[in-house]
């Protein structure tokens, strides 16, 4: 299985809400990464996790909180998100090597609307 | 700061001209690079990696850390490779980063 998969595929969500986006990976990858893609621009880096440890945060604000409960597993909670959060949220893993890192798997995105 | 830059948003071709995709980083360090491509509808991929040194569906890539760039070269382009393509830099094992991308639009 070469696939990281995430759910779900389209969430739309008020501001007030809390919702979370998942996603999973069985290829063994330590280190697994959440993106935010807006429309026609690359996809921004927001946090990594190494090892199921938070390694990288990327100054996001608070109201995006990511968690790792175990090495498949990746998910991001949203609260009080604003309309300019709307986007594509990706997904990807990869394997970190001593000579460097692999090549990162996506997931086919969560397009998330905020309304 | 580390960064990646594609100077061209867009670039179009005729069926069979050359093609190359510009990619400039700014990185201190030993870089690792990589371009990933996106077809429409579909996820974003690996296209190629630069340690590989291969080519993939005749796309060769060679890093040139004098000039630090790593650009993107066909000799024949297709239709079928049209497409967004981005360039990405990885470093301190855990970060990967990518350029604002180019569009590559090849007519028949």
């Known amino acids: 299985d070469t696939e990281v998969t995430q759910t779900p595929k389209h969430l739309v969500m008020g501001m007030t809400n809390k919702k979370s986006l998942k996603c999973e990976q069985h290829?063994?990858?330590?280190?697994m990464y959440w993106y935010k893609q807006k429309a026609k621009k690359p996809p921004e880096l927001m946090f990594v996790?190494?090892?199921?440890?938070?390694?990288i945060n990327e100054s996001v604000p608070s109201r995006f909180s990511p968690e790792c409960p175990n090495s498949s597993l990746l998910n991001l909670h949203l609260h009080a998100l604003q309309p300019e959060d709307s986007a594509l949220y990706l997904c990807?893993?990869?394997?970190?090597?001593?000579?460097?890192?692999?090549?990162?798997?996506f997931g086919q995105g969560t397009r998330l609307t905020v309304v | 700061a580390q960064r990646v830059t594609q100077p061209e948003k867009l670039l179009s071709v005729f069926k069979g001209a050359p093609v190359e995709l510009k990619c400039n980083y700014s990185y201190s360090g030993s870089p690792e690079l990589f371009w990933y491509v996106q077809y429409s509808r579909q996820r974003l991929q690996l296209l190629l990696r630069h340690i590989s040194r291969e080519s993939i569906k005749g796309f060769t890539a060679d890093l040139n850390k004098g000039e630090t760039s790593f650009h993107l070269k066909k000799p024949f382009a297709q239709e079928e490779d049209s497409a967004m393509y981005y360039c990405a830099l990885s470093y301190n094992t855990d970060k990967l980063i990518f350029g604002t991308g180019t569009r590559l639009q090849v007519f028949p």
């Open positions: 996790y190494s090892y199921e440890k938070l390694s």
């Open positions: 290829m063994g990858h330590r280190a």
């Open positions: 990807a893993s990869s394997q970190q090597l001593r000579t460097g890192t692999t090549e990162a798997f």
